[in-house]
């Protein structure tokens, strides 16, 4: 499981950054790169926390921790979005680069549960 989540850890970590640095050529302004590094740690501490979950739930529960792992995943968007954003003064278009990051790193979980 370890293995799994360490590989996971760094793909997203790659993935995020590589995502980061691209959405700071389209939104190069200083409060979008403070929101575009921000989202990517909320996400990259949110996607390994809903992927151990994963992992821990075994192949027989697979189906069922993806669920909550999204449910997870739109329930986080949602309080950044409505909450964090406005009351920390964020750019309008932090939600966007969460739910980026969030997407991106979504597309690997599949290929590593079988490490």
Do not use: H
């Not at 995502?19 to 302004?29: C, N, Q, V, Y």
């Not at 921790?65 to 909450?83: E, F, I, N, S």
């Not at 964090?84 to 739910?99: D, Q």
């Amino acid at each position: 499981m370890m293995r799994a989540v360490a590989a996971f850890a760094a793909s997203a970590l790659v993935l995020i950054g590589v995502s980061a640095l691209i959405l700071g050529r389209f939104f190069p302004t200083p409060d979008d790169i403070e929101a575009i590094w921000i989202s990517g740690v909320v996400a990259f501490g949110v996607q390994l926390l809903t992927f151990a979950l994963l992992k821990l739930a075994g192949p027989a529960n697979v189906i069922a921790a993806w669920g909550v792992g999204m449910a997870v995943r739109l329930v986080t968007l949602l309080v950044y979005m409505l909450l964090i954003v406005s009351a920390f003064g964020m750019s309008e278009n932090a939600p966007l680069f969460l739910a980026i990051f969030l997407f991106v790193t979504s597309v690997v979980e599949p290929l590593l549960l079988s490490l």
